[in-house]
């Protein structure tokens, strides 16, 4: 009798700043398909993005580190922070796979990540070594995520992508970020704790 997989899944992302649909994601992810643990891993600034409003990570880590030490099943994880040049996905996942073989990946990540993965380096490797757990915001990219697995799956036969099932949850980090600015509460979308650092340490205003 073969040996059950460790289950795993990476919620990754620069988290800047981390907020409350982000747990609500990993909390669905890790109760719909019964992880074992999650691992909430910061990233650098990714190739894709422009690093003009990106916080430092020792600073986001602090944040993720706040809003996830409620939750047993989750640990920070600073993996891509410790390696040095481009970091991509599918090198983080090959990798991962390599010193783990034993453990079976979950890279869990939102309807709108999940609409350009096929851009992504390597995306091939992606989905071969992890299970993609992806999920809307909102019912209309809810509506959207069966299409684009469906599409996914025509051009990778072999994907493993499954849809987790969330409550309605419609901002971003970059609304998030532009409220602050505006000087506007931002109480209900982040951790208590969370909204205590950004008000004390003034981030993101301007």
Known sequence: MQNK???IGILGGTFNPIHNAHISLGKAAY?????DKIL?????TP???SNT???DATVRSEMVKLAIE???????SDFELQRTGYIYTSDTLTLLTEQNPETEY????GGDSLEHIKNWHKPEIILQKAVILASGRNSLQGKKLDNQIFCLKQIFPKADIRKVILEDISYSSTEIRNLVRQDRDISSMVNERVYKYIKE???YSI
């Open 53 to 55: 409003d990106i916080l």
């Open 31 to 35: 109760k719909q398909f019964s992880l």
């Open 70 to 76: 409620k939750y047993d099943f989750m640990e920070y």
């Open 5 to 7: 997989k460790y289950k």
């Open 40 to 44: 909430v891993m910061v990233s650098k």
């Open 201 to 203: 340490h003034k981030l």
């Open 106 to 109: 979950y890279f869990i990540l």
């Open 47 to 49: 190739p894709h993005k």
